[in-house]
């Protein structure tokens, strides 16, 4: 494709994206991150010739490098098992590829590529030199055994070794790769290394991970719902919380949103929401963390146990709500839920999780005045974090908890500046616009300082 300086931003959204789906037929949702992205990038650049000439928006959008492989393992009963595992190596301008691991029966190149994308933008938006990516596998954690979990582990790791690095790409966990997770991936590649390094985040404390690293991505999304309600001449205070998800990012983001004084109603899980209208306390907070990280077991146990109701099959929109804090998976919020939160008196929404909110239901958000945050910038909290457990592994020094917390808040009250300063539009900020644009400039620059590559 070469440069036309005659097509207008319709047109030249127009050719760009016709372009990408083109040469990646069937990758649904990598089309989706890029789109909303180029939409408003695309009007960024419109006049801006160094970056268009450059073709910064296509390189971006092609992978460095995409590495596929199979994961061959035993399961208990001493049966063959075959997965696939996957790293995509988006853009390490601004420094070492960095990003999760996702195990989840659904993961597909599609998911893994916008997955790395949005990661170069959030990584950007922190301020640290982290590049982007993602990797994973389309293994189902449920139901296996710990000991089939480590097979799986050491088999995944054996392939992504021969990729990695401290100064090359370091993975971290996401859906389905925790602690445990984590430990049997950073023990197989000490072993096949022999080296310990900072190659992994998201370690246990007895072996180099960080203090707040657990934390990180939920708090850092409340306190970036916090800082726009404050921009809105609003607080947290008795405010009521509808929350998806049941995992590392929705029971912090819980813990962090009862902090400061909000009720939080709902949790979800796979099967399910769970709706408390008395909110959660730190009682039944625990309760959950140990149902979920010890027991693996199902949400609607905290309906039996709390005597609350259990909805089946559903996610939690329905519910009456003044913010609303998505922390499960992507599309979890259609144009429908976003309505129906509008009309029960949503007024903010931040997402937790990687592109919950579909573009439509993005627009009725907008539409309505709810302020809303793109995961790229609300959630960037847990890669920020990962970044200073990088730098204190480099180090190998430990910073306290006081400072970690300190840092995280300080992240995280830049990316809502960086986003104000480059989505405000009139009274209002466009949270969308100024995040994309924030996290370009940063990488599209050093970009363009490396030339042709
Ligand atoms: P966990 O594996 O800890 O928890 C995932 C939660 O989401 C579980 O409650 C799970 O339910 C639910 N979930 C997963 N897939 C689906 C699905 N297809 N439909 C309905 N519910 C689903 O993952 P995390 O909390 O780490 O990640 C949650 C989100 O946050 C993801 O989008 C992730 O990319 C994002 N994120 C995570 C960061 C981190 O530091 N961990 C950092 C930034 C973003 P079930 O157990 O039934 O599957
Ligand atoms: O989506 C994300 O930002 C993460 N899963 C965390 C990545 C990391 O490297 O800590």
Known sequence: MTYDATLSVEQELERFMSGLVRRNPGEEEFHQAVHEVAATIIPFIHDKPR????????RLTEPDRVIIFRVCWEDDEGNVRVNRGYRVQCNNAIG??????????????????????????????TGLPMGGGKGGADFNPKGKSDSEVMRFCQAFMTQLSRH?????DVPAGDIGVGAREIGYLFGQHKRLTNEFTGVLT???LSYGGSLVRTEATGYGAVYFLQDMMREKGTTLEGKTAVVSGSG?????????????GAKVVTLSDSSG???DPEGLDEEKLAFILELKNVRRGRISEYADKYGVTFVEGKRPWEVPCDVALPCATQNEINKKDAEALVSNGCVAVSEGANMPTSEDAVAVFQAAGVVFAPSKAANAGGVAMSGLEMSQNSGRISWTEDDLNKQLSDIMKNIHHTCAEYGRE?????YVKGANIGGFIKVAEAMLAYGVL
């Open 273 to 275: 929401y769970i709706y």
């Open 248 to 260: 590392n990012v929705a029971t912090y983001a819980a813990q962090k949103l009862m902090a400061l």
């Open 164 to 168: 990695i690095g401290q100064n090359t």
């Open 426 to 430: 009139g009274d209002h900020v466009d």
């Open 51 to 58: 970056y268009r000439k450059a073709h910064i928006l296509e």
């Open 96 to 125: 070492p590829y960095k990003g999760g691991l996702r195990f989840h029966p659904d993961v597909t190149l599609s998911t893994l590529k916008f997955l790395a994308f949005e990661q170069t933008f959030k990584n950007s938006l």
């Open 202 to 204: 998201g370690k246990g």
